[in-house]
């Protein structure tokens, strides 16, 4: 079946009870206060709030008033999508939906009195809570690097402004200048998400100063997509990309922000830019709440409750729940198993059986989109998947515009199932 803005939001909305009694909040109403507004946090509040009718009461947390998305971020910096589309408010979700939408920090939990510390002072109630802060970064994770260097070698994996500023770093280049990537470590947000950048980077750099390189320094032996993307750099970028995996000292890396050098295993390369992806780990307010283990917080996957806390439940990035990606996909297909699940506890519903599903889209080159996705069940153990596909290399042009036309209309339908 052929993708589209309308068949995507019709998969979207499946398996959600809509109710059609007009929302407004009853008194002594459950609680559910919602920390983070990405692909999983908005998706959350929205379609409790939706399908609640205004039976529970729905507080959402999030510091910025306009958010940006992570994904199709590459395609700005290539040139492809402007910074504009990619941000976006929360109005519709408060005056459609009835949602509390507090513009502040989620600092603490107090899981005991079941309470959100605002860094504001105020504390907010819950009976339920689901977090989705997303990622932040391992201190110390690559040497030489931290956030007080961020504005010399960016890390641009949060949407926005760091997005803005490695763009503007890749445009004043010099001629025949050498961008550099330091890779992360698995796992992290959104596997294919190096990989696109570096093509995005490429074809802007072809464009404007087309005798340029890029470095990749890579911790890891393998990526996804692998075949796809040296395919498509072979066709598109021939001589202007590198990669130096584990091998040759990929794992070995320490950067100097001020001099704008990297040390790949005692060997110095000077460069003009420096996108660094540090290794990740939940937001922090999972690991202030004491819901994690290591860098990331376990879930049961039947309805994504963290296995420390019945009360509270940790979506897309921050999760450890199995074989699903890191995506905003995948983030958006937990935040609707979560809402059916925590509506069903506190107002008796329907629950249905927990199904997720995940697509990953890539841009190559403009055009030449590829795909890798699965379906997912939950088990006792895990979310598991249950069969995937991805494209093949040797793909006629048709098909990969195809594919990028699909990921178009699933970015349209994602963003309005978000926030309405």
Known sequence: MKLNRRTVLSG????????????????GAPRVVVVGGGAGGA??????????????????IEPTRQYYTCFFSNLYLGG???MDGLGHGYGTLAADYGINVVHDWAVGVDRDAKTVALASGATVPYDRLILSPGIDFKDGAVPGWDVSAQSAMPHAYKGGSQTELLKAQILAMPEGGRFAMVAPPNPYRCPPGPYERVSMVAHTLKEINPTAKILIV???????????????????????????????????????????????DGVVEQVDVCNVIPAQKAGEIAHAAGITEGDWAPVNAADMSSKMDEAIHVLGDAAAQGDMPKSGFSAN??????????????????????????????????????????SYEATEEKIASTGGFISETGEDEATRAQTYQESVGWYAAITSDMFG
């Open 12 to 27: 979207l909305a499946a398996g959600s009870a809509v109710l059609a009694a007009p929302m407004v909040m009853a008194q």
């Open 43 to 60: 998706t959350a509040a929205r379609y409790i709030a939706k399908d609640s009718g205004g039976a529970v009461n729905v507080t959402l």
């Open 80 to 82: 492809v999508r402007d």
């Open 218 to 264: 890579d911790p890891k032996a393998n990526f996804s997509k692998q075949a796809l993307f040296e395919e498509g750099w072979q066709k598109h970028y021939g001589g202007m990309i590198e990669r130096i995996g584990p091998d040759f000292g990929g794992e070995n890396v320490s950067v100097n922000p001020s001099e704008m050098t990297l040390d790949i």
């Open 333 to 374: 297909s937990q935040a609707k198993v979560c809402a059916n699940a925590v509506l069903g506890a506190l107002t008796d519903s329907r629950v249905f059986p927990a199904k997720f599903s995940n697509t990953c889209w890539s841009l190559i080159a403009p055009e030449d989109g590829v795909k890798v996705g699965a």
